[in-house]
């Protein structure tokens, strides 16, 4: 059954239709499809197994759109973070954490339902690298190549009540699953028995789009 046509579905076609014609415009004739926006990114990680958070950032997002389609693809490096928990609540843990990029990001722009902007859909993937793994203190050698055997999916999108806006950002959120850990030396089982696991979340905010 074909959805009936509102003044509200109208407005959103609208909103969308004037952003990706306004992308086309900023881009110049040269390259009229494709507008290359680059935002400043700030954000967090919860590990639901560790109850810990990670800082995510600040770095920057690198997005090429497709004004013709909605289409993005980008990058978004992420330096290196340091983490803190209580194992099985009461032994004191702390390790470097490095999300480290493979390949780029890739989502799709679309029209808020409710008007005022768009909504974002993007994955990216990462492998989680684990370094300076101490326990209650104490150093535990588990050398530099300690990192998930497969990437990270993390699937973000802007929360359904925040439209979010091409030239002035927006927040994006998601969640993602944690594999298991490889070439983490005598403590490759110690930390496949804490860390891997679902319903870690991930936020973003992104700010200050500039044209590049």
């Known amino acids: ?15 969308t239709a004037a952003t990706l014609a306004a ?14 926006i680059t935002y400043d990114a700030s954000g967090s ?35 290196a973070a340091h983490t803190e928990f209580d194992a099985i609540g009461f032994i004191p843990m702390s ?3 490095t999300f480290e990029e493979v390949g780029q990001l890739s989502g799709s722009l679309t029209a808020h339902p409710g008007g005022g902007g768009s909504d974002v859909t ?6 989680i690298r684990l370094s300076d793994i101490k326990i209650v203190g104490f150093p535990t050698f588990t050398g530099s190549q300690c990192r998930t055997k497969e990437p990270v999916t993390i699937a973000i999108a802007n929360p359904s009540d ?3 806006a091409v030239f002035s950002g927006g927040h994006l959120a998601g969640s993602y699953s944690i ?26 905010d992104l700010s200050n789009p500039r044209t590049t």
């Open 162 to 164: 925040q439209p979010f």
């Open 45 to 79: 990680t919860d590990v639901a197994t560790t109850g810990s958070t990670i800082p995510l950032g600040p770095t920057t997002l690198d997005t090429s759109l497709e004004s013709t389609t909605g289409a993005f693809t980008g990058t978004m490096e992420l330096p």
């Open 122 to 127: 993007a994955t990216a993937e990462y492998n």
């Open 95 to 97: 390790a470097d954490v």
């Open 23 to 36: 992308v086309a415009l900023a881009s110049g004739p040269a390259s009229a499809a494709t507008l290359n």
């Open 1 to 15: 059954m074909t959805p009936p046509i509102t003044r509200r579905s109208i407005r959103a076609g609208l909103a």
């Open 179 to 204: 594999g298991d850990f490889a070439n983490c030396g005598l403590n490759t089982w110690l930390v496949n028995a804490l860390v891997p696991g679902g319903g870690n979340t991930v936020e973003f």
